[in-house]
């Protein structure tokens, strides 16, 4: 089992910033793949951005390419989602996951998820 929990969330103006940071606790972390997820109200989940065990790629939905940062400190176990140039559309609760097995671009491909945090944009 992998426990992860998600802070860093909160209300920020357009063109602001935030990063969020997933501590991941229980099984050996560094051996997972990690991402991040978003639901804003009414929609479905979808993916954000995704990191190797290594750290060595990364990958990025479209909408947030340019934008957002995935990384990882193996030795703390964290996985962190720097957002830069913020824009409304980006509100949503972000999750984080370990462990794909399939498409990592799918949310029922992962093993396991954070409590999510609230991210809201205002214009």
């Known amino acids: 089992q992998v426990q992860l929990v998600d802070t860093g969330g909160g209300l920020v103006q357009a063109g602001g910033s935030l990063r969020l940071s997933c501590a991941a606790s229980g099984r050996t972390f560094e051996n997972y793949p990690m991402g991040w997820f978003r639901q804003a109200p009414g929609k479905e989940r979808e993916f954000v951005a995704a990191?190797?065990?290594?750290?060595?790629?990364?990958f990025y939905a479209d909408s947030v390419k340019g934008r957002f940062t995935i990384s990882r400190d193996n030795a703390k176990n964290t996985v962190y989602l720097q957002m830069n140039s913020l824009k409304p559309e980006d509100t949503a609760n972000y999750y984080c996951?370990?462990?794909?097995?399939?498409?990592?671009?799918?949310?029922?491909?992962?093993?396991?998820w954070g409590q999510g945090t609230q991210v809201t944009v205002s214009s």
């Open positions: 990191i190797t065990w290594s750290g060595g790629s990364t």
């Open positions: 996951a370990a462990d794909p097995n399939g498409d990592y671009t799918y949310p029922r491909s992962w093993s396991y």
